[in-house]
């Protein structure tokens, strides 16, 4: 039985999350649908994250497997044509290395999250930033973000909802910088609780309008308590922006 890898692209808006949750409208309900049509085989497809509802992806990595030998490019292709409408697109498929698990193998994630720091909202890219009117200081938004960078125990930053073994988690990288008029911050770890990017970022803007001092942050961090958390930042600015796999399983 071959297995299919295949890179997703979508908007989050639309639906409740990528997995599937009875009969709300997710991208993986979206794409097993689109499966069916396709081969006529009801089967469940495994991604790397399972972002949030409103959340977008610009490289979500998925796994299934098909009892038919089809052509990657087949399986792209006929994908495509039944998830019209939709803001999903398969932009990638290939045959999966052996042992490729699209979540399990996964050695890192990769989001984004996009700040309009202007006095004017957002008209292009409505429903893809966070508009926030007040200028932000982005350096020290960075300065602030580094000592989140390592092994911690992120409960002030895990939603109430987490299902998580654990609150330790390590966040391999936070970079925070300025592009015209938008603030980015880029979050790199092999796994993340329930909202945590939403949760560092909503208390990193704290910082940025000069509410919250990096020690004050330090301090929200060192606390393990969700009630220091600042206020967590709205989904649409959220973006999965790649997964990284070990070089025995990589393209």
């Not at 297995?3 to 979206?30: H, I, M, N, S, W």
């Not at 949030?52 to 087949?74: I, R």
């Not at 932009?91 to 004017?120: M, Q, T």
């Amino acid at each position: 039985m071959p297995r299919y890898r295949l890179t997703l692209e979508y908007d989050g808006g639309p639906f409740f999350g990528f997995q599937a949750q009875g009969e709300q409208p997710t991208v993986q309900g979206a794409v097993e649908r689109a499966i069916a049509a396709f081969c006529g085989e009801t089967i469940r497809i495994h991604g790397a994250g399972r972002t949030d509802t409103g959340v977008h992806a610009a490289s979500q990595a998925v796994h299934l497997d098909l009892v038919k030998d089809w052509a990657p490019k087949v399986v792209m292709n006929a994908l495509n044509a039944h998830l019209v409408p939709l803001p999903i697109a398969v932009v990638e498929a290939s045959l999966a290395p052996e042992g490729f698990h699209a979540r399990f193998s996964a050695i890192r994630r990769r989001y984004l999250y996009r700040i309009l720091n202007r006095p004017a909202r957002a008209a292009l890219d409505l429903g893809r930033v966070w508009h926030v009117k007040a200028p932000l200081d982005v350096e020290a938004m960075h300065a602030a973000a580094q000592p989140l960078v390592g092994r911690h125990d992120f409960t002030t930053f895990r939603d109430a909802a987490c299902q998580a073994a654990s609150p330790v988690k390590t966040l391999d990288e936070v970079e925070a910088w300025r592009e015209g008029e938008e603030v980015r911050l880029a979050f790199a770890a092999r796994s993340f609780l329930h909202r945590q990017v939403r949760s560092m970022v909503g208390s990193l803007v704290e910082v940025g309008l000069g509410r919250w001092s990096a020690p004050d942050l330090a301090a929200a961090l060192a606390s393990r308590d969700r009630a220091a958390c600042g206020p967590v930042a709205p989904a649409q600015g959220l973006c999965l922006v790649a997964v990284d796999y070990p070089p025995n399983v990589a393209k």
